[in-house]
């Protein structure tokens, strides 16, 4: 199934202590890139996060956001440093002793001073972080993914509907082929009676001069090359996912066809169904750029 890089997801979980938000969107890129935006106690899970989107995503500019909301005080413990405190209380005794002055010391006093108390965070349960980070992760790309899947369907669809007309010009250039050849051998032989007169035409000069000119004009090779072309992309079309790559190879060999077509067109009407055709392989091919 074909996916367009143009995608968006977004996907929230939460357990009794914390809440997870998984938020995704990209944009057309050559390769897979991905930029991660989460809080800094998550970063033991980037290889891991990194794996799962790689079993979803193929090609594009991907930025996750992830954040994670504590939901209870569960993580976080004050701590006593009694070490700390004990040198404070030393150092102002001794401050009491030195200036004579009054040993009025309390607790409420003694537990402001800097890190006598402290907060420190809890170890993390990383299995079960990571079941309710994963849950989230993979309902976001679930969401990312369909969005690409139904867009990468509208482009499908517009592809194959260039692809139909372009072979209907091909066809009209096939056709207007023979009629370019008995039009210019008609023109010859009348300038060449208005030039001589009554003197006899020489048949076998006009014959050479017939298949210098239909060599030179023809353009069988191309239009058959340029039809397996589209034949070709129109079944690519059919085969599934991550096909950007080679459909954007076989549009490049479809524009090359095109451009020997005008190089050979000696007609107004083949000129300008040649530049038809190109006009035609641009727009598949910007629209190809869209496709993972």
Request: proline share 1%.
């Amino acid at each position: 199934m074909i996916k367009s890089m143009t995608g968006f997801g977004r996907c929230e979980c939460s357990d009794t202590h914390r809440k997870i938000t998984v938020e995704l969107k990209s944009v057309n890129h050559r390769y897979f890139d991905v930029n991660i935006r989460m809080p800094k106690k998550l970063n033991f899970f980037e290889a891991s996060i990194r794996s799962v989107l790689k079993e979803y995503i193929e090609r594009g500019k991907v930025d996750l956001f992830l954040t994670c909301e504590d939901l209870t005080e569960h993580d976080v413990a004050v701590k006593y440093n009694r070490e700390i405190a004990g040198e404070y209380l030393t150092h102002l005794r001794t401050m009491a002793a030195d200036f004579g002055l009054e040993d009025d010391i309390r607790v409420s006093t003694l537990s402001r001073y800097p890190d006598v108390f402290t907060m420190e965070e809890q170890p993390l349960d990383e299995e079960e972080l990571w079941s309710l980070l994963e849950r989230t992760l993979r309902g976001a790309l679930e969401q990312f993914v369909g969005v690409r899947t139904r867009e990468g369907e509208h482009l499908k669809a517009d592809i194959s509907a260039k692809l139909h007309h372009i072979l209907e010009n091909v066809e009209k250039v096939e056709a207007r082929a023979p009629e370019i050849l008995t039009e210019y051998i008609a023109n010859l032989k009348k300038k060449m009676y208005e030039f001589l007169g009554d003197i006899q035409i020489d048949e076998s000069r006009l014959a050479s001069e017939m298949v210098i000119f239909a060599d030179k004009i023809c353009t069988d090779e191309e239009t058959v090359r340029l039809k397996a072309h589209v034949h070709s992309m129109l079944e690519t079309l059919e085969s599934g996912a991550g096909i950007g790559r080679k459909l954007d190879f076989i549009a490049q060999e479809m524009n090359r066809e095109a451009n020997t077509i005008l190089s050979k067109a000696n007609d107004l009407e083949t000129s300008n169904l040649a530049i038809e055709l190109k006009t035609e392989i641009e727009k598949i091919r910007e629209q190809i750029q869209n496709i993972e």
